[in-house]
């Protein structure tokens, strides 16, 4: 029976839709307040048809018109946000990916545990503000995007910068460097190319953020002189920059997503399709991971239609439609089970 590939009408919604439309699968948006009137001005992206919701408890309650769809919902970062992660491993509805991945990637704890024990470096934990020595970020849990995240240089100001009325934060090593967020592509089933496991690692693209308002506070003067005057770096992510890292490090950036994935295959049974590594690269051409998410990021957007690398598989594969992709030849070897969950 055909499936309709379905998603919440944010984040990199028009990407996975365009996608799929490529692919040849019927589209179904998901709208829970979302204003989605410019999904018209996109016609090769605009799903097939939108469905509204009132609030995220329907894709819960409501689970039943979606699987009579024959609905594969593909998650992205603000879906799984929005629903919430008890939520959404509940949910009735076949999503694409593995859900098992939810538990390892909720805390900085877990993501640190599995990368560290993978052996990919990541930026050292300051467990005792008195001990700040050197810069480093302080990183609220519950703050997504980066809001309210602070850099002090030792425990004073520290101490002018913590806001106590905050839950839980974490004090890590600001690393200073270049910023990479690698996309890659695992799938289990794939026979052919960087063969990782039973299955292939592809690199889709790469991308720097923009970080409001930390990359053009420089214009006003020198940080420091700016505190005195109350103006402090923040670092919320307003949009994407394609870039393109030097040939030579790519045999690390490979070298990481596949111990990644054979680690996640020890630990719980395997990360599936697309997840970034968000790193820094020093002078000393050294990677340092802070942040692993498990599914299509908001940075493969600028890449619609194919990047430097994905370009290099097959010409015009965006993330999106690699997702597609996938579902497609899955069901064609009768796999489907090992893409979905
Ligand atoms: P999201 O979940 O949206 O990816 P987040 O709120 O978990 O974001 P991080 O991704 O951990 O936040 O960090 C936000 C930004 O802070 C990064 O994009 C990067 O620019 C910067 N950053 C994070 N960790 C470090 C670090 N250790 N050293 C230097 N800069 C960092």
Redesign the pocket.
Known sequence: EEITIATLCSHTALQIFHGAKKEGFKTLGLAVNQNTKFYDAFPLAKPDEILRFNSYDEFITKSKELTDRNVIIIPH?SFVEYMGTKRFEQMEVPTFGSRQVLKWEESRDSQREWLESAGISM?KRIADAKDISEPV?V?YNG?????G?FIAKDFMEFKMGIDLSEESYTI?????GT?YYLHYFYSPIKQSGYRVGNGSLELMSMDR?D?SNIDELYKLGSTEELKKHGMFPS?V?TGNIPVVIRESLLAKVFEMGESVINRSYELFGGLIGPFCL?S?VTDHLDF?V??I?CRIVAGTNPFTSGSSYSDMTEPGMSTGRRIAREIKDAIAAGKLSEVVS
Not at 143 to 147: D, I, L, S
Not at 172 to 176: A, H, I, R, S
């Open positions: 970062g930026p970020l990183k703050a997504k995007g980066g809001r995240f890590q090593e600001y690393v200073l910023r953020r970080e670092l992510v968000e820094i340092k802070f942040e998410s």
